[in-house]
């Protein structure tokens, strides 16, 4: 199957050859030069983490280096559906809250690509049994374009950087963590009367990992 120039991703498979990914080169130097910027080269070698902040409707890459993480960009999010708070079941349009990890990238979104979370996950489950909800949803995703029902919209040219950077990491799937609003700029509130009672704790535990995510300061 012959390259498409106009489409970031073509799967490719010739006579006797297992399945290959053909980037389009100028997404890959837009990457390159996006991580020579914070000093580190492609591909990144430690994998990378997302942060994900609803209030401020963005999303922050951070690349994993052998002594801190180190923030590398961060994109507008174009379209989040839902308000503060969990989701809790199919239907409900909220884009989760918690620490998830990218499961599946696809090449041939609707959404030009996409990025799969694994909504639910083992902490969305167990409360789930605990409060007796069966119907959780999922197919989740960070995906491009500006409309989105439930996951997280970026846009076209942010998707197809954020999928080469995933695609070319080493060191494991990468991780995403979703907060209602940046804990690390302002104190962590408690949830309201309304909230489930388990949220406090997620939220301690967001706060803390956030913590070891320090924005550089910038200089005069």
Request: charged share 25%.
């Amino acid at each position: 199957m012959a390259a498409d120039p106009d489409r970031l991703l073509v799967l490719v498979k010739e006579e006797g050859e297992e399945p290959v990914i053909r980037l389009r080169a100028d997404v890959e130097s837009q990457v390159r030069s996006l991580l020579r910027a914070v000093g580190l080269g492609y591909p990144l070698q430690r994998g990378i983490v997302l942060l994900v902040f609803k209030e401020e409707k963005r999303l922050e890459v951070w690349a994993n280096t052998e002594n801190a993480p180190r923030f590398v960009t961060d994109y507008p999010a174009l379209a989040m559906s839902g308000h503060a708070g969990p989701k809790q079941r199919r239907g409900d349009h909220q884009v989760p809250e918690g620490i998830y990890r990218i499961v599946w990238l696809n090449p041939n979104s609707a959404f030009h690509l996409s990025l799969k979370l694994d909504y639910p996950n083992t902490f969305d489950l167990q409360r789930a049994e605990e409060e007796s909800r069966t119907d959780l949803g999922g197919d989740i995703f960070i995906h491009g374009g500006a409309a989105s029902v439930g996951c997280v919209a970026i846009g076209d040219g942010a998707i197809e950087e954020l999928f080469v950077m995933n695609l070319m990491a080493g060191d494991g799937p990468t991780e995403v963590i979703i907060a209602p609003y940046d804990f690390r700029q302002r104190p962590l509130q408690e949830p309201s009367s309304t909230q489930p009672v388990w949220l406090s704790r997620l939220y301690q535990e967001i706060a803390a990992r956030l913590a070891g995510y320090r924005l550089p300061v910038a200089s005069d």
